[in-house]
Every structure is written in structure tokens, then in C-alpha cells.
């Protein structure tokens, strides 16, 4: 009573721009263009900072360009695009009687990427090539949801040292660093080439450090741009292929950036790109559909290497919504959002990094337990609770204690070591999440309230089906971890006490619909009950997380109820992409299409199949909704958590034929 139901919702995308992604551990490339292959960022996670920074231009920071004989190749807006291992953005372009390739490689453990451009001369006379990167480092930017500008002096020189074209920002101290550095195998001969020098009108101070650097640019954030221009010159005969590769490497400082470029180096541009190909090759997942393979593959590696990553400045791994500043709650955590889509989509990729991801998070957010967000070192960024995202602590620390969870995909892993802190971490943290259950509990009813629902909005009725189904799972859990622990009597009341939450369930917890008794959205107990569903949290998971069997009575009605006219978030009427909304934003949500794959009803799998094999989303990659008449992201572009639980969805319902024990409704 007297509670302000305020509602966030999601900001629409405005003509949603087409962008490629790709990234590794420690930094990621969030927005590539595709008409002409220039990189808009380059951004990184930053533990002091408690959220992402971003390299960026203003245009591009940088950008293909390759020369023959003098006269610059056509290669915007004629590239032809592919994902080599559903991951690897690579472009072909031809005419002039030269082939152009071009390849952009984020080796996953590295601290840096390559931008490869072959060329190849397929005409009769030798040709004069030119090939490299250009643009200009306009400035920085910091995100914690929203991407803002970030006051950073700005340096930029050519090292003698290494050889490197380093870029540094200064926020008082260093707070990253870039450096770039060109290789080439040229066909003939040379022509010249190597990281040319800025121009004049850039030079600033030649004392900026003490190892007789020259410097060759400064600046502050509404200053000079500071250019980027690095090329190399070949000679191509006639059949002959060169290339020209350029190298970045990213650090904490200028030394840090510098000596990693020599790193890769040493490495080899060619090892790189084979080494990275066979990490990818190793780690997909095949679907005999071609179509939904690559849909399940790129959302996979998408997850992996966007919603969860290395900080730059501590080297600690962190889960996140996502590391692209193009979601609108880039960079920071929630629990729902890491424990319960994107864990089950890492897992299946990457179990070795899940398994040092979630315990790390399993531990660094334990306190802030259930409320609704927090930056990404733990402490809350936003307050509310969420019964949902205390039941994915659970979840959490169950996985960090190597328990087999709901949703663990079949694959062979070794299993993860359990999280140890300190003596008895595990048994205390099991208690202090029984204890945050405990007050939410109602005053007489073995039911659970929350403040806010699954889509992060106030509930009208605080009593949610599918939250209490998760309270029921976390509790089985808690028995499992304090018995294990040497609690025998916290396990044995947290088993009586899951009875209980199944029995108020079967209880307070359904209505009478259309279809006869189904599952309410929300009750108060004794006085309201009301039918509904929420894609973020929805009823169609009860079978997932085991609450019930798929041919239980009462979940086909609920089924039934989420796909007819009685819902108002239903979208079909002949959309071409019908799916599942809710008062969070409008259009179909993408999670609604994971729920019903997940859901072991045969023509919901099948419609979201269908969905999923045609809509382009978010170019390829999981968005929060789709617009029912085109299928192009409507809102939340870049939701890499959700990608994992798309794929991992895509794995479940999309790799095998139709099992007799899948329910089909009448």
C-alpha cells in the first residue's frame, strides 16, 4: 500500500543500425560496421572503474583501406560477410582484377586482436599495392548501463623500444593503453610501408617519458583527434597474393600495451588466427540444421565472450549482462541474468570458464543477494528485490560447489572444484541465502513474495508462480549443500520446507481458466489470483527447472492459455513472427522463444524453431524483443546473457527429432 508502480522500461531501438561483434577475454569489438569494415570501438572491463571503457572515434577508430597503383578500391558498401567458426568476422570483396580478404581474429586469451587484409592479383600486370588501417582516436567513453564521455588526456607516440604506435589515456594516472604495430608477407617485392608518421598538426611535447620516446600527439577529450595510419606496401605479379596485418595490443599502461604487441608478435599473425580457429572448432556445438547451427553456434560464442570476461586492470573474470555498449544496461550484473541464462549457454561452450566464472561470482555477490542489480565488483547498483535473483544465488553456489544442476548440458566435462574462500564458506553462505529466503516468506504460507517481477517491474499481486517454483528448486538445493556441509538438520528443514512450497502452490497458486485449472501468474493468498505470464520468468519453464512433467494437466492448460487470444501479449494474428510479450516492452520477446523450446511441447518447439530459423534479430544474435513483422531487434540489441540461454535452448529443442515423451496440445 501507498507503493509508486513505477515501471522501467525498455528503450526502444531506434532503426536499428546492422553491426558485426566479435572479442575475446580481455577486450571486445562491439560495433563493426559492415558496409565498409571499420572498428567504432574497442572496449574493455575495468574492476576500478565498476563497469566498461571504450576506445572510440568519431566515425571510425579504424579503418580498411587498400591502394592499387595510386587509386584507393571501392570497398565500402561491397563487402560480402561470413563468421569463420561462427565467430570470426571475415569479408570478401572483388573487382580491378584483384581479390580482397579480409579477416578480424580476437585470439581468446590474448590481450589483443589482428585485422588481416589479404590481397591477391588475379589480372595480368604486376600491381602497387597499399594496404593497412586507417582512423583516429577521437576520444573515451565509460558505461554502467548508459555509455557516457570520459574525461582522459589523451597521448599518442611512436615507440623506439618496440617499435609500437602506442595510444595512452590519462585519468590523472594511466588508465589504458593501445598499441599497434603492422605485418606483411609481400609478394615480389616492396614498396615501402610500416606506420606512417602523424601529421604536423598533432605534435605535441617530446619529453612525455624517459626512454627518449618521440612523441607524436596530444591532446584532451574535445581535442585534436589523433590519427591512425598503418599500412603496408607490396608489389603483386601477376597470380600472386601478399597481405598487410595490423596488430593491436591492449594493456593497463603504455609499457604493458607495448611489450604485449611484441608478445603477439612473437607469436605469429599465422598461429594466432590457426590457434584461435582451433580453440572455436573445438568448443561449437553441430546442429544437423545448418541454419540453426549457426544461429546456436554464434549465440554461443557470443555469450562467451560478451557476458562474461577479464577486467583489464585486475586480470579477475566477471559476469555480466554484457560487455557491448550497445544493450542499454551494458557492464553491469544480475544475477537471473548471469546464473540462470547465461551459465547453462557457457557451460555447454566453455565448462572450464564457467566453472572459474560462477565461482567467482557465486562469491563476490553473495551479500547483495537478491537485489536487483550490482556493479560488476558486487556492490548494488540498483535496489529492489527480486525473489528470482536470490533463488539464482542458489543456483550459483550449487554449481560453485560442483552439484549437478537443472539445465546442465549433457557434454563430457571434468568437474569444477568447489569454491573454498575459507573453511566452512560453503555451509555459511548456504545459511546466510536460507536466511534472506526466510524473509520473504508468508507470514503462514510456504510462499514467497517479491518486490519486483522477473522483467525487474513491481508486481501488482506479490506472490509469483514461477519465482515460488525457483524457491522450491533452491530449497532441494540448500538440503543437498548443508547435508553435504555435515547439516543435517538445516537440510532436513530446508526439504520439509520445499514440500510445503509445493503443496502452497498446488494449493493458492492456480485458477480456473478457459482450458480448465492452470497456473496463476500471481496470488495473494485467500484473496486474488490472476492468470498471466512473463517471457522473462515464464510458466512455460516449470518443466526446466523439474516443478513439473510437461504432460502435467494443469501446465497444458497453462501451455494452451500462454498461446491463445486470452493472453495480450500473445502476438500472432498472421505475424510472420509471432511469439510471446509482456508489459516490459512491447513485441515479442526472444526469451519466450527459449522458454517454449525448453517448454517439451511439440508445436510451441516448432513455432519457435520456425521463428529462430528466419528472424535476423540483432543481426544473427539474441536481442530482448523482435518485431513480429520483420523479425529485426526492437529493443535490447546485444543482450549477450540471453544469447547463452538462446543457445543452450537451441541445444536442447533443435538438435534432436521429436521424442514420444514430448507433449503435444490438443
Known amino acids: 500500500a501507498g507503493l509508486e508502480p513505477i515501471l522501467t522500461g525498455s528503450p526502444m531501438l531506434a532503426g536499428n543500425r546492422p553491426t558485426l561483434c566479435t572479442g575475446n577475454d580481455y577486450l571486445s569489438l562491439p560495433d563493426i560496421d559492415p558496409h565498409d569494415g571499420s572498428l567504432h570501438g574497442i572496449c574493455f572491463l575495468h574492476e576500478g572503474l565498476r563497469g566498461t571503457v571504450e576506445f572510440i572515434g568519431n566515425g571510425a577508430l579504424a579503418c580498411p583501406r587498400v591502394e592499387a597503383d595510386g587509386r584507393e578500391l571501392p570497398l565500402s558498401g561491397n563487402l560480402r560477410w561470413e563468421r569463420l567458426e561462427h565467430w570470426i568476422p571475415s569479408f570478401s570483396w572483388r573487382g580491378d582484377d584483384l581479390a580482397v580478404r579480409g579477416v578480424i581474429c580476437c585470439p581468446p586469451a590474448e590481450k589483443g586482436f589482428l585485422y588481416l587484409l589479404e ?13 593497412g588501417l586507417r582512423g583516429a582516436w577521437q576520444a573515451c567513453r565509460y558505461a554502467v548501463f548508459r555509455p557516457r564521455p570520459l574525461a582522459v588526456n589523451k597521448t599518442a607516440y611512436q615507440d623506439p623500444w618496440t617499435g609500437a604506435l602506442v595510444w595512452e589515456a590519462f585519468a590523472g594516472v594511466p588508465l589504458a593503453a593501445l598499441a599497434w604495430g603492422i605485418v606483411s608477407r609481400p609478394g615480389s617485392s616492396t614498396a615501402g610501408g610500416g606506420v606512417r608518421p602523424l601529421p604536423a598538426g598533432v605534435i605535441g611535447d617530446a619529453s612525455l617519458q624517459n626512454r627518449n620516446r618521440d612523441a607524436i600527439g596530444n591532446g584532451d577529450p574535445d581535442g585534436a583527434r589523433i590519427p591512425l595510419e598503418l599500412e603496408a606496401g607490396l608489389v603483386l605479379g601477376p597470380g600472386e597474393s601478399g597481405f598487410s596485418g595490423c596488430l593491436a595490443a591492449l594493456n593497463a599502461e603504455a609499457d604493458g600495451a607495448a611489450t604485449t604487441l611484441v608478445h603477439l608478435r612473437r607469436l605469429g599473425h599465422e598461429n594466432l588466427l590457426r590457434s584461435t580457429l582451433e580453440w572455436l572448432s573445438e568448443r561449437r556445438r553441430p546442429l544437423d540444421d545448418p541454419t540453426l547451427d549457426r544461429v546456436l553456434n554464434s549465440n554461443l560464442f557470443f555469450n562467451r565472450f560478451f557476458a562474461c570476461g577479464r577486467a583489464l586492470d585486475t586480470g579477475k573474470g566477471f ?19 548471469a546464473f540462470l541464462w547465461s551459465l547453462p549457454g557457457l557451460r555447454l561452450t566453455d565448462p572450464e570458464t564457467a566453472a572459474v566464472m560462477v565461482r567467482g561470482a557465486a562469491a563476490r555477490h553473495l551479500e547483495g543477494a537478491g537485489e536487483h ?21 542458489v543456483f550459483a553456489l550449487a554449481e560453485a560447489a560442483g552439484l549437478r544442476l537443472p539445465g546442465a548440458p549433457v557434454v563430457p566435462t571434468a568437474p569444477a572444484a568447489p569454491v573454498v574462500l575459507f573453511p566452512g564458506f560453503l555451509l555459511e553462505a548456504a545459511r546466510e541465502l ?34 515460488n517454483a525457483l524457491a522450491w528448486r533452491a530449497l532441494r538445493l540448500l538440503a543437498v549443500l548443508q547435508r553435504r556441509e555435515g547439516d543435517e538438520e538445516g537440510a532436513r528443514e530446508c526439504l520439509i520446507e520445499a514440500a510445503r512450497v509445493r503443496e502452497a502452490v498446488d494449493t493458492f497458486c492456480r485458477v480456473t481458466g478457459p482450458y480448465g485449472l492452470q497456473y496463476a501468474w500471481a496470488v495473494e493468498p485467500g484473496e486474488a489470483a490472476v492468470p498471466g505470464d512473463n517471457p522473462a520468468g515464464s510458466l512455460l519453464l516449470l518443466p526446466h527447472y523439474d516443478f513439473c512433467d510437461a504432460g502435467d494437466l494443469v501446465f497444458r492448460n497453462t501451455v494452451r492459455w500462454i498461446y491463445s487470444s486470452h493472453n495480450p501479449h500473445r502476438f500472432d494474428d498472421g505475424c510472420p513472427y509471432p511469439g510471446l510479450g509482456g508489459r516490459h516492452a512491447p513485441g515479442p520477446w526472444v526469451l519466450g522463444l527459449a522458454g517454449a523450446l525448453l517448454s517439451g511441447c511439440r508445436d510451441q518447439v516448432a513455432e519457435a524453431l520456425e521463428v529462430i530459423r528466419r528472424a535476423p534479430f540483432d543481426g544473427g544474435l539474441a536481442c530482448e524483443t523482435y518485431d513480429p513483422l520483420t523479425g529485426e531487434a526492437r529493443s535490447g540489441a546485444a543482450f549477450a546473457s540471453l544469447a547463452g540461454f538462446l543457445g543452450y535452448a537451441l541445444w536442447e529443442a533443435g538438435g534432436r527429432p521429436p521424442s514420444p515423451n514430448d507433449i503435444a496440445l490438443p
Open 319 to 337: 559476469m555480466v549482462t554484457s560487455r557491448s555498449p550497445r544493450y542499454y544496461v551494458s557492464g553491469a550484473f544480475w544475477a537471473r541474468d
Open 119 to 131: 590481397i591477391r592479383n588475379e589480372g595480368s600486370a604486376s600491381r602497387r599495392i597499399r594496404a
Open 373 to 393: 542489480a550490482h556493479y560488476l565488483n558486487g556492490v548494488i547498483l540498483y535496489p529492489g528485490f527480486e525473489l528470482d535473483q536470490l533463488c539464482a544465488h
Open 434 to 467: 536460507r536466511a534472506k529466503l526466510v524473509r520473504h516468506r508468508h507470514r503462514s504460507i510456504a510462499l514467497y513474495r517479491t518486490f519486483l517481477d522477473p522483467t525487474d517491474d513491481p508486481v501488482d499481486l506479490p506472490y509469483l508462480t514461477y519465482d
